[in-house]
């Protein structure tokens, strides 16, 4: 019986090797795969980008909603903001990456929190003096585009926000659908929040409009809450 213990304990820890290196495989395939595209397709990604921005929570999209189009195979979208959505205390760091690893399939990244310096477990020289939030974050996102005879672009995704790890502070799943042609762009989403952070409880919509390719202006609602705001870009060119 004590060998049977040991055999089955060897094989758990054989398969969460496997399962690891599965992982990390994937992770550098997907890496290798982007890079080769970005650098293959430079000039070309540069010139049809879709110029999405990445939000808040950690997903291309505006403010706080994520857009229905997920990003291009080879785009990176990155951003930093001095608010943290749904935390107890909102003022802090929270940077945020979105890359296109495939057509289709976008994944993000997250870290947020009120304190860069300080040590969270209150080890070493620098503890944490009083309670702070620290939140690495993974993120995905699976869409498809159709393009009409017409000139409109219709596009739906779903996704998760904050999936795995022992402790979530943002975790969602959605879908959202949407059109788009010339400057202006729709879409019409709904969200089911896990955690108490998650701005996406029930229904939650979007309209922008962007008259220039420098600049957007867009509404957004979500949680019986309206928002606006616009987002600035550099000329092509740069």
Known sequence: ERDGRHLGADLMSLMSLFS??????????????????????????????SGQTVSAVGYTGLGLTPSPRPAEWGEVAMGFQNTIPGASKPKGYNFLMSVGVLPGVEINGRLATQDLQCNIYRLGDNPCREPIERDLA?????????????????????????YGGAVTHNRATYGVAGADKGPWS?????????????????????????????VQLYSEWLDRRAYAGFQAFLPAKF
């Open 20 to 49: 690891k290196a599965g992982l990390r495989a994937c992770f550098f395939w997907c890496l290798a795969s982007t890079s080769a595209f970005v650098l293959a397709q430079a000039s070309s990604t540069a010139a049809a980008s």
């Open 186 to 214: 729709l879409a019409l989403g709904y969200g089911k929040a896990s955690s108490s952070g998650s701005p996406l409880k029930g229904a939650f919509g979007q309209l922008a409009w962007r008259p220039w390719d420098e």
């Open 138 to 162: 993974a993120s995905f996102k699976f869409g498809h585009i159709v393009v009409l005879e017409n000139g409109w672009r219709l596009s739906a995704s779903v996704g998760a926000t904050d």
